[in-house]
T-cell receptor
Framework: AQSVTQLDSQVPVFEEAPVELRCNYS??????LFWYVQYPNQGLQLLLK??????LVKGINGFEAEFNKSQTSFHLRKPSVHISDTAEYFC??????????????FGQGTILTVHP | DAGVTQSPTHLIKTRGQHVTLRCSPI?????VSWYQQVLGQGPQFIFQ???????GRGNFPDRFSARQFPNYSSELNVNALLLGDSALYLC????????????FGPGTRLLVL
């Protein structure tokens, strides 16, 4: 089974400041990792994903994340946030092997609020 | 190309009633997954279907059921609704149902009174 822990439920930050949203996971098998964003009253939009290769992954809207296998972490970063980045962010994993096929396991979410 | 579509967008039901939610995957995608997102929480996996066969089931009671049609669209059915079933129900599609990127629809917001 997999589990995902997002260490901060809410992160307030001022516009143009850097931000890091933290994610740790637990799994007995290899996983692929994802970050999704959810704007109010909308579905989930993929920000970025790590499947293999370089541990630094770049996504849309200037976001990037770094996979750290030894620390089982996949933290999301942005060097300079905008008001429009205000949303809820979800870290998720999916097992590569086993019988869980396409079951995504999500964290509890981090609400990012960008203040002017 | 159109993304994942879901209907209806909003729904209000009373306890004990039955509800059917619908999902159309991205063209060419053969797998659909359903998730329940209760307010303030991350989405929880309910079902995955691939080529009309159930491939996975989450920890939900038998009141929840689903099916997939030959055109790969899907229905989620919930019987004997409880207040706790109030949530955003999300549908996601993938080409082949494996550990791939899942593309989500806008969801159906269900309120049970």
């Amino acid at each position: 089974a997999q589990s995902v822990t997002q260490l901060d439920s809410q992160v307030p930050v001022f516009e143009e400041a850097p931000v890091e949203l933290r994610c740790n996971y637990s799994s007995s098998v290899s996983v692929y990792l994802f970050w999704y964003v959810q704007y109010p009253n909308q579905g989930l939009q993929l920000l970025l994903k790590y499947l293999s290769g370089s541990t630094l992954v770049k996504g849309i809207n200037g976001f990037e994340a770094e996979f750290n296998k030894s620390q089982t972490s996949f933290h999301l970063r942005k060097p300079s946030v905008h008001i429009s980045d205000t949303a809820e962010y979800f870290c998720a994993v999916i097992p590569v092997g086993g019988t869980s096929y396409g079951k995504l396991t999500f964290g509890q979410g981090t609400i990012l609020t960008v203040h002017p | 190309d159109a993304g994942v579509t879901q209907s209806p967008t909003h729904l209000i039901k009373t306890r004990g009633q039955h509800v059917t939610l619908r999902c159309s995957p991205i063209s060419g995608h053969k797998s659909v997954s359903w998730y329940q997102q209760v307010l303030g929480q991350g989405p929880q996996f309910i079902f995955q279907y691939y080529e009309k066969e159930e491939r996975g089931r989450g920890n939900f009671p038998d009141r929840f059921s689903a099916r997939q049609f030959p055109n790969y669209s899907s229905e989620l059915n919930v019987n004997a609704l409880l207040l706790g079933d109030s949530a955003l129900y999300l549908c996601a599609s993938t080409p082949a149902g494996g550990p791939e990127t899942q593309y989500f629809g806008p969801g159906t917001r269900l309120l049970v009174l």
